[in-house]
């Protein structure tokens, strides 16, 4: 079996790709930086694309390359993105777009790379990584928030689209995940954003690769890693004024303090 992962030098991407190997599946990895690339590639015995997956043209001819190599692709995880946090009002315009080409276009050039194969053969996974930022608007989340709804959406769509040919379509609502992405979004989160998470300690990337992993065993749709985001995807209009309604409280909280 053959698994192309986005995202898979680091995070949740690597830590699917981990578990997937130990249960003697070939991985092939695609991320831009080639430093943990060819460390992870290394690691894993893994095929390796340095490219930008916002880049269709260069992205497919990537997965193309994989597949001679390895073999048509049985599961793609999705995982590539990145989150840039920031107060609406002082967010450039740049940063919008960057996130859509990124979380979303990234998500949907490496599908429409995958899907005609998988459609042919009636079989196959495919696997997108959302946000619980994808299931509420979040203070200071303008930017990346509706590129995480988008990859929702296409997801919804591919579900109904995919399935009656034998194709599994998940989508994936991870919390706060300790990976670098994390620490790279702390150092741009408002205080207001902070505040919202309060003390929730983020999950471990393993943790969700096992949720990942598992949603693809039972082929599942909806993979929510925790309680909140699993309450939210199911309950989420009836769920959200509750939570809006708290998060709310926490932000003029700290206003008053400041
Ligand atoms: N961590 C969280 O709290 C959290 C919560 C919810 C959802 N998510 C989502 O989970 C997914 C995985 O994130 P992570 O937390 O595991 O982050 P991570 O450890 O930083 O991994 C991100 C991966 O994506 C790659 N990547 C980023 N931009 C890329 C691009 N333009 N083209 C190709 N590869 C790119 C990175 O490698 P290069 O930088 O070298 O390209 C890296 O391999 C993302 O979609 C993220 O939005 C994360």
Known sequence: ?????????SGIGLATARILKARGWTVSLIARGAA???????????NTRAVDVSDET??????DGLV???????????CAGLARPGRFLELDTEVFRQMIEVDYFGT????????????????????????ATG?????????YGPAKFAVRGLMESLRAELTPHGVHVGVVF???VDTPQLADENRFKPAETFAISGTIKPMTPEAVAQKIVQGMDRRRFLICPDTGTSLLARLGGLVSPVLNRTFDRRIARLAKKS
């Open 1 to 9: 079996m053959h698994a192309i992962i986005t995202g898979g030098s």
């Open 36 to 46: 943990r690339l060819e460390a992870a590639g290394e690691e894993l015995n893994a």
């Open 58 to 63: 260069k992205l497919s001819a990537a997965i």
């Open 68 to 78: 001679d190599e390895a073999g048509p692709c049985d599961a793609l995880i999705s």
């Open 108 to 131: 949907l050039y490496a599908i429409r790379a995958v899907a005609p194969q998988m459609v042919k053969n009636r079989a196959g996974s495919i696997v997108a990584v959302s946000s």
């Open 135 to 143: 299931l509420l608007g979040i203070y200071g989340y303008s930017a």
């Open 174 to 176: 991870p919390p706060d």
